[in-house]
């Protein structure tokens, strides 16, 4: 079982104390926010960008925060996995571990 509110928690927690110790931080996440930000593209298509991606890097943190950004914008089961897809076509199977993480993620959120 993935404790999700424990490493959402760490998270925001360690953010904090960033941004607190420089204001690099604080500016990397307004960027952040504003990319992924309404725009021309819609902010649904950023996340389900941002989870490909993130698959793509390995990094199981970005995974559940886009993985969260993604149902928080209405994005199907099937445009969830299909990002999920994207990202082990462009890194091959070394990007398995990690899509095997969003899954198991998926069961956890009740969406598969």
Do not use: W
């Amino acid at each position: 079982m993935i404790d999700i509110k424990n490493l959402n928690n760490k998270r925001n927690q360690l953010n904090a104390v960033m941004n607190e110790n420089d204001e690099f931080f604080s500016m990397f996440g307004s960027l952040d926010n504003a990319a992924y930000a309404d725009g021309a593209i819609p902010k649904k298509y950023k996340e389900l960008t941002g989870l490909s991606i993130s698959v793509l890097t390995k990094c199981d943190e970005c995974v559940l925060y886009h993985i969260q950004g993604c149902i928080a914008q209405k994005a199907s089961k099937d445009e969830i996995i299909e990002a999920i897809k994207i990202g082990v076509i462009g890194g091959g199977s070394v990007t398995y571990p990690t899509a095997r993480y969003a899954f198991s993620l998926l069961k956890e959120l009740d969406i598969i």
